[in-house]
């Protein structure tokens, strides 16, 4: 399967866990499920499907046994006591962990972390094939690029010494500035979108990562 496959599957996936079994079995644990790379929350609602499965434990035993599911986080304690007080007032339908309802939600869990997984080993490739070239370097330095959209980058644009000004590879891109405009009638000033529209689409795609990081002045 290809990056955009996997990346495609993993999305509607995730569509069905947000919008459908979290909305019913525990629907407040989803603003912890900040970034689609958030793979430690998978391993924890695969433990702690529901918030009964969470608060039939006392608080410092459910962080005992969640401590090492939650992986590397920064205040992990403060964390994972704050889903222990959520799962507490959770709205989520009563249902026991061993229900058929619960296995078939551990299903879409298992199916997105291994998309997730697949996906991880994809860029993993794409470093790994891509190491010694300077500008695959160059372009993950920006916020919000990885290998993948690197990749994509150089695929689409071929050698980018080739534009002599930036708005050359706007224009390219289609991220260009242009006005419709007939006779007396001036139209609003919007991006062109006449160039490389998978271009566009990782510029994009990085964007909204950039403005999520903290780390930089995107946001």
């Not at 399967?1 to 989803?30: C, D, G, N, W």
């Not at 998978?42 to 969640?66: G, N």
């Amino acid at each position: 399967m290809t990056h955009a496959q996997v990346s495609l599957e993993k999305t509607r996936t995730q569509h069905r866990l947000l919008t459908h079994y979290l909305l019913l079995y525990f629907p407040e644990i989803e603003r912890y499920y900040c970034s689609s790379r958030s793979e430690w929350l998978l391993d924890l609602l695969y433990a702690f499907p529901t918030p009964a499965s969470i608060t039939r434990l006392p608080m410092d035993e459910f962080v005992k046994q969640a401590w090492p599911v939650a992986g590397r986080k920064v205040a992990k304690q403060r964390l994972l006591e704050g889903i222990y007080l959520t799962a507490q007032s959770s709205i989520g339908l009563p249902v026991s962990k061993d229900s058929e309802a619960v296995s078939i939600f551990r299903v879409v869990l298992s199916e997105l972390k291994h998309l997730c997984q697949l996906r991880h080993q994809l860029e993993e490739g794409a470093e790994h094939h891509l190491n010694d070239s300077s500008d695959f370097q160059r372009l993950q330095k920006i916020p919000g690029i990885g290998p993948i959209l690197a990749l994509t980058i150089l695929a689409e644009a071929g050698d980018l010494r080739r534009f002599h000004h930036h708005r050359q590879f706007l224009k390219f891109c289609g991220l260009d500035l242009s006005t419709q405009q007939s006779g007396q009638f001036r139209g609003a000033t919007k991006l062109s979108k006449h160039g490389n529209a998978r271009l566009r689409c990782a510029f994009w795609m990085a964007a909204t990562i950039a403005v999520r990081q903290t780390e930089n002045s995107f946001s």
